[in-house]
C-alpha cells in the first residue's frame, strides 16, 4: 500500500455524527491530520496510475478540510462566550446566561459554535477525567440539532438521541422532559449547543411552548446554553413571540446575550487586512505543486466578489478550485479557476448584481 493511501484509511474524510454523544467524542477528540510531502510535477509524473490517484485523493481531502482560522469574527465571538461562560462558575441553584450566536447565513456561526464547544469539551475531561463521582460517563458539552416545525416533544427526544436514552421513543411528553434533565445531570454536562433554532416559529403554540420549555431547562440544568440560528432576533427569539409593550416581559432577552458574526468587509484597510489574513492562512494550507505565497491574496478583490466575504462560501469555493486545478493539472490557484469554479447560488446571485 502506498503511503497516501495508508494516510487515507486514518485520515480520510471523517463522518462524525455530531448528534449523537459518540460521534460529538470522536470530533472533539481527533488529532489534527498530519501533512504529507508536496510532490513536484515530475515526482508526479513518475507515479503509476493508482497512486497518483491515491495522492490526489488524499490532497482532496487536505485541501478541503482547512484548520480553524482564528479570524477577528471568531475571535469576537469566543470572547462573548468568554464573558457569558464566566455565569458558568455559579452553584447549581443560580441562574446562568447563555449565548445566541445570530446571524445570516453562510458566516460561520456553527463553526464558531462547535470549536468553541470542542475546546470547552477537551479542557474538562483533561481537569476532570472521563468518569464523574458517582461513575457516570462525563459528558462536557451535548451538541443538539433542531429540525423544522420542533415540538416540546421533539426538543426533548433530539437531548435523550444525543445521550442514546433507550426510552427516546416510548416516554411520556413530561417524562421525556424529567429524563433530559437527569442525562445533562448525570453525565456533568456544562455546556449545551443548541443549533438551527431559526426553525422554531415563536411566534405559534408550539414555538412558545418551545421558548417557555428552553427556559425550564435553564433553570433544571446546570448548564450553560449556546444557540445558533439565522436572523433570530427578526424570529423574535429574545421576545419570545411577543408584541408591543408586552416585550418587556420576555426574560429571554434578558438572560440571553447577543453574538451577532459579520461578513468580511474590504472597503477599509482593517476590513482588507483581515481578510488577507485570511487569505493568507488558507493558501498556506493548500497542497498544490505550484503553490505559492500570495496566490490567493494577488485575487482578493475577485474572491471577494465571488464570496461577498462570506467564509462558508469562500471556503466551498477553495474546495472547487483547489479540485479544478489537481484535474486540470494548473496546480494554482489563477484568476481563470476562481472565475470558472461553481459557487453557492445567493454567492452566484449577489455577484451578478453586486
Given at each position: 500500500?502506498?503511503?497516501?493511501?495508508?494516510?487515507l484509511t486514518t485520515y480520510g474524510t471523517a463522518r462524525y455524527q455530531l448528534s449523537r454523544k459518540q460521534g460529538w467524542h470522536a470530533f472533539a477528540t481527533a488529532p489534527a491530520r498530519p501533512p504529507f510531502d508536496i510532490l513536484t510535477r515530475p515526482a508526479m509524473s513518475r507515479l503509476s496510475e493508482e497512486d497518483l490517484e491515491d495522492y490526489n485523493e488524499a490532497r482532496m481531502v487536505w485541501n478541503a478540510n482547512l484548520p480553524t482560522i482564528k479570524t477577528s469574527q471568531l475571535a469576537a465571538a469566543y470572547g462573548i462566550c468568554d464573558q457569558v461562560m464566566a455565569s458558568a462558575y455559579r452553584d447549581g441553584d443560580k441562574l446562568r446566561g447563555s449565548v445566541v450566536i445570530d446571524a445570516e447565513p453562510g458566516l460561520g456561526?456553527?463553526?464558531i459554535a462547535t470549536r468553541y464547544a470542542r475546546d470547552f469539551h477537551r479542557r474538562v475531561l483533561r481537569r476532570d477525567g472521563p468518569l464523574t463521582a458517582e461513575g457516570h460517563q462525563r459528558w462536557p458539552v451535548a451538541f443538539i440539532p433542531l429540525s423544522a416545525g420542533v415540538t416540546l416533544k421533539g426538543l426533548n427526544q433530539q437531548i435523550l438521541r444525543f445521550y442514546g436514552h433507550p426510552a427516546v421513543d416510548r416516554a411520556s411528553t413530561s417524562k421525556l422532559g424529567a429524563l433530559a434533565v437527569d442525562c445533562v445531570t448525570s453525565c456533568g454536562t456544562r455546556l449545551i449547543v443548541l443549533d438551527d433554532l431559526h426553525f422554531v416559529d415563536f411566534r405559534h403554540r408550539n414555538g412558545l411552548e418551545v421558548s417557555n420549555?428552553?427556559?425550564?431547562?435553564?433553570n433544571d440544568m446546570a448548564a450553560t446554553f449556546i444557540y445558533v440560528g439565522v436572523n433570530l432576533t427578526a424570529k423574535r427569539f429574545f421576545d419570545e413571540g411577543l408584541l408591543g409593550e408586552h416585550t418587556v416581559y420576555a426574560q429571554t432577552s434578558r438572560r440571553a446575550t447577543r453574538c451577532p458574526v459579520a461578513p468580511f468587509g474590504i472597503d477599509t484597510d482593517t476590513g482588507m487586512r483581515g481578510w488577507l489574513a485570511l487569505l493568507r492562512t488558507a493558501e498556506e494550507h493548500l497542497v498544490l505543486a505550484d503553490a505559492r505565497a500570495g496566490m490567493?491574496?494577488?485575487h482578493a478583490r475577485l474572491l471577494h466578489r465571488r464570496t461577498q466575504g462570506r467564509i462558508?462560501?469562500?471556503t466551498n469555493l477553495l474546495d472547487r478550485i483547489s479540485y479544478l486545478a489537481i484535474v486540470t493539472g494548473v496546480e494554482a490557484v489563477t484568476a481563470e479557476l476562481i472565475a470558472t469554479a461553481t459557487v453557492d447560488n445567493a454567492s452566484e446571485s449577489a455577484a451578478r448584481t453586486g
Open positions: 500500500m502506498n503511503p497516501w493511501a495508508t494516510w456561526k456553527t463553526t420549555h428552553l427556559k425550564g431547562l435553564a490567493l491574496c494577488e462558508a462560501s469562500l
